[in-house]
Structure formats: C-alpha cells, structure tokens
C-alpha cells in the first residue's frame, strides 16, 4: 500500500518562489510514475507536471519554464520546484503515484493529503 505525504505549501507573495515535497512510503517509489496535480476552489483537478521513473519528465503548458519536477529516489520524495508564482497558481496541490505514463488524474490510484498553496498579488 502506497502512502504519499506533500508538505511545502503556504501563501507567498506574486513573483516568490516555493518547493512542495512528496514522500512515498511504499518500496516502489523508484519505479513508480509520479505527478502533481492541483485544484482550485470550483476548477476540476488539473495535471501539473510528471516524472518517469527513467528520468522523464512532462509539464502542463502552465507550468513549463516556471515549474521543475524532480526525485530523489534514495529518499522517495518528489519535488515541485516553484518560481515565479502567480495569483492564477493558487490551488491545493496533490502528488500522486501510478505505475504508467500517463497524465490524467483518474489514471492514478494513489494521492496525498494535498497541501495548499497560495498566491497573493
């Protein structure tokens, strides 16, 4: 069974810069595809970024150039490194885990707590 725990959110200020954290518990963080995604109050959960466990990685349109996934496999964590932040980034941010490529949220079986992100202008 797959436990994912996220820590990092808080509210920042327009232009700040912010690194959400995921750690997995299960023993196949190294092969699992992981992802964040995020959700606004009356939006529909949304795909943020992924990452393979052979070092690929993938971004929504809103998060390319601005937003950096990446894992540390001997700690099992996922990271979102956040920069640049907008009021439209503001949402509750969630990892997940699946075991193929792919970006639609309802294709993951496991998810995290969430933890809430917010941007003030």
């Known amino acids: 069974q797959v436990q994912l725990v996220e820590s990092g959110g808080g509210l920042v200020q327009t232009g700040d810069s912010l690194t959400l954290s995921c750690v997995h518990s299960?023993?196949?963080?190294?092969?699992?595809?992981m992802a964040w995604f995020r959700q606004a109050p009356g939006m529909e959960r949304e795909f943020v970024a992924v990452?393979?466990?052979?070092?690929?990685?993938y971004y929504a349109d809103a998060a390319k150039g601005r937003f950096i996934i990446s894992r540390d496999d001997a700690k099992s964590t996922l990271y979102l490194e956040m920069f640049r932040l907008k009021p439209e980034d503001t949402a509750m941010y969630y990892c997940?885990?699946?075991?193929?490529?792919?970006?639609?949220?309802?294709?993951?079986?496991?998810w995290g707590q969430g933890t809430q992100v917010t941007v003030s202008s």
């Open positions: 997940a885990a699946t075991k193929h490529w792919t970006t639609k949220y309802n294709e993951y079986p496991y």
């Open positions: 299960g023993p196949t963080f190294k092969w699992d595809v």
């Open positions: 990452s393979g466990f052979a070092g690929g990685v």
